[in-house]
């Protein structure tokens, strides 16, 4: 809440982006949603997670499009899934089409990090960045808001 109050941020979810466009394609090709989600528990060398990786990749393309049909400056909260399903790459793709001329003018994409990793990472994949000022950690004193704490009063 505050990067989006401070900075004037559209915020999104990009979980419930693919989880609709993927419950869209289950539907399209007449697949039960319950059958997906066990799917999703599946091990990784089964053919039921193969199917579910299919089924995300005919999602991703909807999902892009709803993050790039945003307004102006969009927040891109809960990427987890992205790094679940191998899928980092399409940050990059975002990046990219940020190059492009579209109503999206600034993505930022908040990921949970900690300091084990010198560079951004998602479920353990790089997030593809070109150079350092495409990403930055927010500093621990500004996630707890004490750069306010030193306001004075109004």
């Known amino acids: 809440r505050e990067l989006q109050g401070h900075f004037a941020l559209d915020r999104r979810s990009f979980e ?20 997906v989600r066990r799917a999703d528990a599946a091990p990784r060398d089964s053919g039921d997670w193969s199917n579910l990786m299919l089924l995300v990749r005919r999602a991703l393309p909807s999902a892009e499009r709803e993050v790039l049909e945003g307004p102006g400056r969009l927040l891109l909260v809960h990427p987890g899934l992205l790094g679940r399903y191998g899928q980092v790459e399409f940050l990059g793709r975002l990046r990219d089409a940020l190059s492009r001329p579209s109503s999206l003018h600034a993505l930022w994409v908040l990921v949970p990090a900690d300091a084990q990793s010198a560079l951004p990472v998602l479920d353990g994949h790089p997030i593809p ?16 808001n004490l750069h306010k704490s030193h306001l004075p009063a109004a």
């Open 16 to 35: 419930e982006a693919l989880i609709r466009a993927m419950k869209d394609e289950a539907a399209r090709a007449g697949a039960d949603w319950n059958v």
């Open 129 to 144: 960045v070109l150079t350092p000022g495409q990403w930055a950690r927010i500093p621990e004193p500004w996630l707890q």
